[in-house]
């Protein structure tokens, strides 16, 4: 994939984990309109058979799709295997599955922070330590790991998700060093988005008292992006070799807060955030 803003996805290989809905899916029709090859996963095996039904339609030139569990190391690692086996050269990973717990410290039981970590932290390091050699192999590799607004500020209730999100952001940033030292043929990108509709706040482990469904309606309120645009900025950033991707006017408003703040922004979050949910 050359560096120009006018390279395209035709004929390549990308692999896109989370792919059953949201972002993943809205990155995995956008790739196929391009006639990509795909490698799709979900942990909801109906939900990705869905995405790849759709991204045939699309026009994606190949399309496989399998069950995955990010936070199995072992199934990571082996469903990787298969992945390179099938396809040959693998041109651009998508690390993107991810889950919420919206939980303060003192009320958030150990095995919600481990459950998330396992997905949003561990699991995109499975996938970059699975797919890294195969990606400098094709000699034109993208790696893209999903981080956050939330891999940019600290938030209320957000501690595990911050904790998570805080470290793809720095183990990515650091492997792009890393990559660029060693002069290796791939470009490491970390994505921030801001408020996307999706569903993961319904799907959140919530502060007691608090549903799903509450969690959902307060999400969407804020929420100014669909995954299509989300994809549609993600895949553009890519296309231009941008290391850091902020997706949404919501993430680029509050990097420049935190830049200009630094850690006085705290005060300012912790503040809206007693007025939003009052105790």
């Known amino acids: 994939m050359a560096d120009s803003a006018h390279a395209q996805f035709t004929g390549r290989v990308c692999v896109i984990t989370g792919a059953g809905s949201g972002i993943g899916r809205a990155l995995s029709l956008a790739l196929a309109a391009q006639g990509a090859r795909l490698a799709i996963s979900d942990i909801n095996l109906a939900a990705v058979e869905e995405t790849a039904t759709r991204a045939t339609a699309a026009g994606a030139a190949e399309v496989h799709a399998y069950a995955l569990d990010v936070a199995d190391k072992a199934a990571h690692l082996a469903s990787a295997e298969a992945v390179i086996a099938r396809f040959g050269a693998i041109h651009l990973v998508i690390n993107n599955a991810g889950v919420a ?22 699991g995109v390091v499975y996938g970059t330590y699975a797919y890294l050699p195969a990606l400098i192999a094709s000699g034109d590799g993208h790696l893209v790991n999903i981080s956050s607004l939330f891999g940019l500020l600290a938030v209320p209730t957000q501690s595990a998700y911050n904790a998570a999100k805080f470290g793809v952001r720095g183990f990515t940033e650091a492997l792009r060093q890393e990559m660029l030292i060693a002069k290796e043929p791939v470009k490491v990108h970390c994505v921030h988005p801001g408020g996307v509709k999706t569903n993961i706040a319904r799907s959140a482990r919530a502060q007691p008292g608090v549903s799903a469904e ?10 100014q992006l669909t995954p299509e645009q989300a994809a549609a900025i993600i895949l553009r950033g890519v296309r231009r070799g941008s290391p850091r991707i902020l997706v949404g006017n919501d993430a680029r408003a509050l990097d420049l807060l935190v830049r200009v703040l630094g850690p006085g922004y705290q005060q300012i979050v912790s503040r809206s955030a007693a007025r939003f949910n009052p105790s």
Do not use: H, Q, T, Y
């Open 214 to 223: 509450e969690m959902g309606r307060r999400f969407e309120k804020i929420a």
């Open 101 to 122: 717990v919206s939980k303060n410290v003192l009320e958030m039981p150990l095995e919600d922070f481990e459950w998330l970590m396992g997905i949003n932290f561990w």
